[in-house]
């Protein structure tokens, strides 16, 4: 089960989000100012923090750099009140992986937790390693019997996401969302048109396989 931290001073909003991510099967831990948090992650460990920004005692740029300087690496989804450009510059320079505008729709804050927890699971995984083919995250690179494949970035991510959670069925929005951004302009046609060169480089290849599941989207099935 992962464990997630909601830093969040206004106590209807932090309940709400703490109920929803409770009904998503996360453990939650609650705290409303950046020095709270604090505390609780020097006691407890924590796979994700999602924290406001307006707070008193400690804001949430605080909270962040605090983190990142002390060698913290778990992903943080930061809220705000409003949404510009200089608010979003800030927060990225001080160590936040994602942001959310109040009003807060559950649905999205859960997919946004979901795709956060997945990248930093990949990211601290950094190999794949299927019968004898492998995945090296670091480089980009992939080795099918000793020998190299060069796969363009965008193929490589898509890949390496399918099989770190092979067997699981992804959409074609949660591809979008997860590999080009929620803002991009590509849609669906995009990810199809990436799973068909995955499956001519990969059609012969003995340890798995993509699978498209009808009017759902795509999974890896390791053979």
Request: glycine fraction near 6%; aromatic fraction near 8%.
């Amino acid at each position: 089960m992962f464990h997630i931290l909601v830093c969040e001073d206004e106590r209807n909003i932090r309940n709400l989000m703490s109920e929803y991510l409770r009904a998503d099967h996360y453990k939650v831990y609650e705290s409303d100012n950046g020095e709270a948090a604090l505390s609780i992650l020097e006691s407890t460990h924590i796979d994700l923090l999602i924290t406001d920004i307006m707070m008193p005692v400690m804001d949430g740029y605080a909270l962040s750099k605090e983190l990142r300087e002390s060698g913290q690496t778990l992903p943080i989804l930061m809220i705000t009140a409003k949404e510009t450009l200089d608010d979003k510059k800030k927060g990225f320079h001080n160590g936040t992986d994602d942001y959310m505008v109040k009003p807060i729709d559950m649905e999205e804050m859960l997919l946004r937790v979901s795709a956060l927890l997945r990248r930093s699971k990949i990211a601290s995984e950094k190999k794949l390693i299927l019968g004898d083919t492998v995945f090296d995250y670091e480089k980009f690179s992939v080795t099918v019997q000793q020998k190299e494949i060069d796969l363009p970035k965008k193929e490589f991510q898509l890949i390496f996401m399918l099989l770190s959670g092979a067997g699981r069925i992804f959409t074609r929005q949660q591809i979008m969302d997860e590999l080009w951004g929620y803002d991009s302009e590509s849609d669906g046609q995009t990810v199809n048109v990436h799973i068909s060169r995955l499956r001519e480089r990969f059609g012969g290849n003995r340890d798995f396989e993509i699978v498209t599941v009808k009017g759902l989207g795509y999974k890896a099935v390791k053979l």
